[in-house]
């Protein structure tokens, strides 16, 4: 499975931005999908994730603020960030789990956030 996630920038504190990221085949076959990101020098965090049944997981950290979806006739998961801070500035990935416990990781999508 290839991963292709677009959508970052750069945007003042406050606004918003929505991620992207389209699979290769058919998200309807793949068990999880979710959203990391990695903030300079700092390990790679879980943001959000999505279950095959649309069941959402968050970070308290972006709940309330963040909404993840998947769209699954696009093969698309989305990540609706919103009230962002500069704290929400890193490098974000998709990742997709299949039945298998595979992982998959797109490259990641640079958002920088100003104060």
């Known amino acids: 499975v290839q991963l292709q996630a677009s959508g970052g920038g750069l945007v003042q504190a406050g606004g918003s931005l929505r991620l992207s990221c389209t699979a290769s085949?058919?998200?309807?076959?793949?068990?999880?999908l979710g959203w990391y990101r990695q903030a300079p020098g700092k390990q790679r965090d879980l943001v959000a994730t999505?279950?095959?049944?649309?069941?959402?997981n968050y970070a308290d950290s972006v709940k309330d603020r963040f909404i993840i979806s998947r769209d699954t006739a696009k093969n698309t998961v989305y990540l609706q960030m919103n009230d962002l801070g500069p704290k929400d500035t890193a490098v974000y990935f998709c990742?997709?789990?299949?039945?298998?416990?595979?992982?998959?990781w797109g490259q990641g999508t640079q958002v920088t956030v100003s104060s």
């Open positions: 999505i279950s095959r049944g649309s069941i959402p």
């Open positions: 085949e058919s998200i309807f076959n793949l068990y999880i």
């Open positions: 990742k997709a789990v299949n039945f298998r416990g595979l992982n998959y």
